[in-house]
């Protein structure tokens, strides 16, 4: 009994008690009218229809709001919520196209869009969803690929989401959408896959320091082409070099002129021929 079928029923029961202090004949009609109230008055809230059945055969759906039903000939058949609802359902060692065993968990999110047919056109709609799910699951694992699974979730969702509401719709069931929570493989071939994507990225880093090895050499030998003309360019480049490897010591060190042009014997050479000679 709802709250204001309660009120009511209390009200006239007063009324009936307070009139039959003078007459037992008066309580009478009272009592009947609150056991009347009590049976015929019915309330759903802003989220709830009633499916009402009248003599076995549908009534009316009704809701939300107070409403009346006739006593013995209405009966209130099944009370639908048509909020958002959530199920959480799995697949255990489902093995994927290439015959991969892999265990999935999800969960779909649902609402009921048809009172009438979620309680005329099925036992249990509830959970009809769960094995629906369950069985669209499974489906969806067995024609996928293990990588085309782990690496395109969304696709995924999207798939069962539509598999799933097909198959719900003429329940009056509408499936807004279906999200993969966790797809778990055996270690073994997690261990594998490791070594795997490891490998490949050692590949992909020895063929780019391959690349840059090749663009280095192509600017070395641009480099000693210029150095080859113009000498005085590599005895720069030769003192940068030392200065570049003495100044993180912190200390001051003597070089030989000897040893600079060592690094340069092109320009020493030019240098001896071009100075004067002792007199003798």
């Given at each position: 009994m709802n709250p204001i079928s309660t009120f009511l029923v209390v009200v006239l029961l007063v009324v009936g008690a307070a009139f039959g202090a003078f007459s037992p004949f008066i309580v009478a009609p009272f009592l009947l009218a609150a056991f009347y109230v009590a049976l015929s008055l019915q309330m759903a809230n802003a989220w709830q229809k009633f499916v009402v059945l009248r003599a076995?055969?549908?009534q009316a759906v009704k809701g939300p709001g107070l409403f009346w039903i006739i006593p013995i000939l209405d009966r209130v058949a099944m009370v639908i919520d048509e909020r958002i609802?959530?199920?959480?359902?799995?697949?255990?060692?489902?093995?994927t196209r290439d015959t991969v065993p892999v265990n999935v968990d999800a969960i779909i999110f649902w609402r009921v869009h048809d009172a009438e047919s979620a309680a005329l056109k099925i036992t249990d709609y509830r959970m009809a969803i769960d094995r629906v799910a369950q069985t669209t699951l499974r489906e969806m694992i067995g024609s996928s690929l293990l990588s085309a699974l782990l690496s395109d979730l969304k696709?995924?969702?999207?798939?069962?989401?539509?598999?799933?509401?097909?198959?719900?719709?003429?329940?009056?069931?509408?499936?807004?959408s279906v999200e993969l929570r966790d797809v778990a493989i055996p270690e073994a071939l997690q261990d594998a896959m490791s070594r795997q994507a490891q490998a490949e990225r050692e590949k992909e880093a020895r063929v780019i320091l391959g690349s840059a090895e090749v663009a280095i050499a192509g600017q070395f030998v641009e480099?000693?082409?210029?150095?080859?003309?113009?000498?005085?360019?590599?005895q720069l480049r030769a003192m940068n070099i030392i200065y570049e490897t003495t100044k993180e010591r912190g200390a001051t060190i003597l070089i030989p002129s000897a040893m600079v042009d060592s690094m340069n014997p092109a320009a020493a050479i030019a240098r001896a021929f071009t100075a004067p000679k002792a007199e003798g």
């Open positions: 076995g055969k549908l609802q959530t199920t959480a359902f799995n697949a255990e060692q489902a093995l696709s995924a969702d999207e798939r069962l989401r539509d598999a799933i509401g097909e198959k719900t719709s003429v329940w009056g069931v509408t499936v807004s480099a000693a082409k210029l150095y080859e003309d113009h000498p005085e360019a590599l």
